[in-house]
C-alpha cells in the first residue's frame, strides 16, 4: 500500500521558518512526481508545491514562491517543504501526496493520488 506521513508542523511566529517532513512507504519518492497541498480552515485544499520525479525542477504557487523549497531525498525516501519569512496566512494543515502527472505541468494537483496522509498543522502567529 502507498502510505506517506507528515510530520513537523507546530506553530511559529510571523516571519519564522519551518520544515515539513514526508516520509513514504511502498512507493518512492522518485516513482512519482511529489506534491504539498494545504488547506487552511474553512477552504479547499491547494496545491502549493510539486517536484518532478526524475528532476528537481519544481512549481510553486505564486503566494508561495521565493519563500518555500520543496525538495527530497532518494536515499531516505522523503519529502521535504522548508518553509521561510511565514505569514498568518499560512496557516494551514500540511499534506504531501504522490502526483501521477510525472512533470507537475497544467492542474498537477488534480492527479494527486491518495496515500492515507493525515496531515500535520502549522499555525502562524502574529
Known amino acids: 500500500d502507498m502510505q506517506v506521513a507528515e510530520s513537523g508542523g507546530r506553530e511559529v511566529r510571523t516571519g519564522g521558518s519551518l520544515t515539513l517532513s514526508c516520509t513514504v512507504s511502498?512507493?518512492?519518492?522518485?516513482?512519482?512526481?511529489m506534491g504539498w497541498f494545504r488547506q487552511a480552515p474553512g477552504k479547499e485544499r491547494e496545491g502549493i508545491s510539486c517536484i518532478i520525479s526524475t528532476y528537481d525542477r519544481a512549481y510553486y504557487q505564486d503566494s508561495v514562491k521565493g519563500r518555500f523549497t520543496i525538495s527530497k531525498d532518494i536515499a531516505k525516501n522523503t519529502l521535504y517543504l522548508q518553509m521561510n519569512s511565514l505569514k498568518p496566512e499560512d496557516t494551514a494543515m500540511y499534506y504531501c501526496?504522490?502526483?501521477?502527472?510525472?512533470?507537475?505541468?497544467?492542474?498537477?494537483?488534480?492527479?494527486?493520488?491518495?496515500?492515507g496522509g493525515q496531515g500535520t498543522p502549522v499555525t502562524v502567529s502574529s
Open positions: 501526496a504522490p502526483v501521477r502527472r510525472l512533470d507537475c505541468s497544467g492542474s498537477w494537483w488534480d492527479y494527486a493520488l491518495n496515500a
Open positions: 511502498g512507493f518512492t519518492v522518485d516513482e512519482y512526481a
